[in-house]
Each structure stands twice: as C-alpha cells, then as structure tokens.
C-alpha cells in the first residue's frame, strides 16, 4: 500500500459533479500506519476540556495518534501538555486516566518532576551521573511540540511546524463557540465519563458524526422508544423533561442543513422542533441579550454537531456531548465521550440534560449502540470485494451550493458549501479532501 | 456488615434468582412485574480511575430509569428495531454473595455479585462483571424491588449495555 497515492481512494471531479471514495480506505491495512504519520502525527489532536484541569498539578491523560502524551496545570497555573514518558528510560509518568500529581515521580526508577516539567529529582544525581551525562540525556519532561487552548478545548499537536491551532479550527470556530458561550461562567465536563469499543475503522465513526441521513433510519428507534415512555409516564410536568423526538421523524416540518467548514470540519443541524425542551432555553433572555437573535436562535433552538477533522465532534442536538474516537488498528476504534454542560444551569436544566445525554450518546442509551452496530456492519461489508467497491457520496449534490446560506449567514459563518438539509453527503467532501491532501503529504 | 441473617438472606436470594431466570429467558413482562411501581434503575457511571458517578442528578450514569423508562427498553427490544438489539444475544447471568439486611420500613438491603455472560454469533463473547445493591419492599406478594443499583465493572465497555446484559 506505501506509495499507493491517497487519489486512489477518493474520486473528487467536481466538473463532473463526482465524489466517490473507494470502501478500501476504511478496510485496508496498509493505510494504517500512513495515517497515524501524516494525520495524527501532524493534525492537532483533542485532549481535554480545561474545566478537567482544575488545580494545580491535575492532569489528564490523552493520545496523539498512538503517542501517549498527558495535559498538565502547572505551578504557574499554564496548562502544558508532555509525553507521557520518563526521560531516563520511557516509562509511562502517569497513574490513571486523570488525577493530581503536583510532583509526578517515576514510579520505575524514581526520577522526579515539577507540574511545569523541570527535574526536580535524580537519583544518583551527585554520585552515579557525571554532569556532562546529565547535560547530554536531558533531564526535563519532553513537551508536546504545540498546545493550545480554544475556548476551553485544549489540542496538541507533536508537528512543530503545524499551522496554529485556531488556524486548523478555521470557519469551525463560530460553531464551537455555540459550545462554550452556553454559559457567562464557563462549561464545564460532568462527573460519569465512558470509553466504549467500536469493532470498525474510525474513519465511519467521523463520517457517522455528521451524517444526517441515517438518523432517520437508525435512530428512529430512540425516537419511538422516548415517545412511548412519555405516553408511559403520562406527560411530565417541566418540558425539559421531554425529548422532542420530531426532529428525527418529522424532517418535512423542520429546517435543517449541513457545511463543508474547510480543513475538514463538517457541520450538520437541524432545528428543534420543540426549542422547550432544550435545557438551555432557561438562558434564553441573557443569551438573546448578549449575542443577539441570529446566534441566540443558532444555541438555542437548533440541533448542531461539529465535527473536528479527523476525530472529535461536540454535539448538541439530544443533548451537549464531547466525543473522541481514537483508532487502535484499522477495524479498531476506542470512543471516549463526556457530558459538558453551563456552568450555574438550574438544577432542573442540570437533570433534563442528564437524562437526554444517558438516552443518546452512551454505550448504555437508545442511540449509541445503534450507531456502533451500523458502523461495525459497514465495515464488515464494506471488506466485500476487497473494498474493490465505492461509495458514490452523491446524495444531496443537486442542492449543494458555494458559500453561506442564509442560515449560516445568520451567524456570520463562512462555509465553503452549504446544503439546505441534513439528509446530504456533500459534507463528507471536506473530511475525505483534507484526508486525501493530508495523506499524499500535501 | 454484621451478622449473618440466613433465613432473609434466602428470602431475599429468591427474588435475585428468579429476576436473573426471567432475564436469561427473555420474560420481559414477568420481569417488570418484580418492580414496584415506584422503582429506580441505576448503573452508575465509571468516574476516574477508581469510583464511580454516585450522585445521578449531578454526575452521568450508564442507566438511570423509572419503571416508564424500563417498560420503554422493553418496547424497544421487543420492537425489534434496535440495530443493536436484534438479534438478541444469549445470556447467563450468575448471581452471587448475596447478603440480606432489614433496613426498617417493610424494606431489605441486599448486596451480591453479577457475572453475566453475552454470546451473539457476529460478536466477540462478552463477559460481565459487577456488584447488585437491592432495596426490597414488602407487599402484598412478597418482595419487590424497589431500587436496583447496578455497578458495572467494565471501565471499556464492548458492545451494548442494556437492563438484560448487566
């Protein structure tokens, strides 16, 4: 497969109004490894939501493509992020997932560090080393070559000459700051995480996270179940209790659209048809009287999911969800998902948004093992032939236009395409060109 | 824990078993019909690297159900229109170390140990593990349950988690 260009996977004549990708880019082995070097190795990789890092020496462990790497709050209150490696002989620094190390020791060897990645500890130091050894093997923590934070989300990325941070997010941004503007006092990442396995390449789950055509299908399943508890339950008295099932069955009735944001983000929405039911129409007034109606509409009563090239999404259409997929081997994919949510949301608002993000986006609700089973027979189906076979991403291509529609106007964001409904491919293009650019090391 | 009540033990030890048989043997009505119908269903969350989410207002659970939420799982594996939970897996659940305790108000606290074991042709087998805390009630009938709190031990979970599997 090394030397085999990337062209040969995604078939993009836009003269010809053609957009295929070959199934063997999800199933082939040998693109594997190309891709954790000229994807993981180069893109800036998600890591943690700063509210996980609260104090002082508190870390959270996370992965540039297969390089484990952990973010750390330093003594100076900067988050930093390091290989998760000892200097002196590689082992792993941290205990667990998450936790606070103000002094992070070596548990092999004992060597010692500051929460700012300064030595402070070899054993041996005045007897067994000689200065010029110590000079020579460098003692500090390794730092990721570049971190940084955008509004809250902090990525790392081991390319020291990668473009910065908010130029990768690019036209993204406006969408993720519909994220983290929820609240005056910040977002914070709830109690309760999950990692779960998804037995299929991870490239189906980017591609799931922003396809609006299967909702339909797949999750109309959630919607019926959710409606026949209401029914059950005989109609709950705060409308945030409920879960407006009709943007998954009545699509006729509902706006809905998705964007080609450039750099491989893509954006799919649709609007609610019940906004009450959205835990954060509580902040509706102060939201409305700091951002104005356009973008107030945008948080408020329209469903959005961003996904960030190549593997990160926020949700919040059933509920606020982070999501990250990290892949393991090709048919291998580990998902890690959270729950952010307003800081100071009521404790009713809090509750709502609980039990919509259990019934959506967990191994454990009515959606999410939907979703994985369908990723996993794509799959496996998708082996057939060898992946001698395309996926022709016609679907929506008629209505596919240049530049912003009025809704994206609406916010002032600036999509290279639009398309007036969700239940269209055309914004897989900007995943499968950013993968085909990034893969031939363009 | 204090002693020993052997004859509330095996009470109480009934009621587990015969909600594992219903389960295994996909009697789903049979099954509800051993809740109250005030009844909670809790799965807590992994939180960190050793707890788990414990309060379910604040913090994220796997399941957190009333008795509608557990007749709608129902609906939806009876609809058969999960991709996921169709079809069914087999499963064998193990229930063990059970100790009983009068907890006052016509209530029991009970605690045991779950294996359960998923097979599905397509998939991987699937081995569970975890605790069971049980309050029982007193009516009419017996005992029913009245809360349910599931601790899964899995903290990378494969495949689905559903009331029939944990």
Known sequence: MTGTSAHAFVDDRPGD?????????????????????RIFQRCWNYICHDSQLGERGRYVRGTVGRYPVFAIRGLDGTIRCFHDSCPHRGSMLTRGRAGVQPTITCRYHGWAFNADGKCIRVRGRDTGYSPEALDRLGTDLKPVARVASYRGFVFACIDPDAEDLETFLGDARPFIDLMADQSERGMEVLKGESTYVMRAN?????????????????????????????????????ARAKTEASRILDLESIRS???????GHMINWSDRGSPEAAPLNEAREAITARFGEGKARWMIDRGRTVTIFPN?????????????????????????TWCLAPVGETAEARRARIRKYEDFFLPSSLAVPDDVRAMEVAHSGSLAAGGDAWNDLALGYATMVAGADEAARELGARPLYSNPGRESETPFYAFWREWRRRMDGR | MSGFDAALTAEAAELLYREAWHLDRREWEVWLALYTD????????????EGFSEDPDNDVSLIYLDRPGLEARIFRIEGRDSFASAPLPHTAHVVSNVRATEAGDAEIEVSATWLVNSFRRTDPPILRAGRYAYTLRRVEAGLAIARKTVYVLDDRIVGPIDIFNI
């Not at chain 1, 070959?22 to 891709?35: I, Q, S, T, W, Y």
């Not at chain 1, 396809?211 to 109609?235: I, K, M, P, W």
């Not at chain 1, 659209?257 to 750099?263: A, H, I, K």
């Open chain 1, 257 to 263: 659209g998705g964007y080609d944001v450039g750099n």
């Open chain 1, 17 to 37: 109004g053609i957009f295929r990708v070959r199934r063997a880019a999800f199933v082939e082995p040998g693109l594997f490894e190309r891709e954790m070097e």
């Open chain 1, 312 to 336: 990160f999404f926020l949700n919040d259409v059933a509920s606020t969800c982070i999501r990250l997929w990290r892949p393991i081997a090709v048919d291998l994919t580990e998902i890690d």
């Open chain 1, 202 to 238: 991870w490239k189906l789950q980017t591609e799931n996270s922003t396809d609006g055509y299967h909702v339909a299908t797949v999750h109309r399943n959630f919607a019926h179940t959710v409606r026949q508890r209401e029914t059950l339950s005989g109609g709950a008295d705060d």
């Open chain 2, 38 to 49: 005030d009844a909670v269903f809790w799965a807590p969350a992994i939180a960190g690297d």
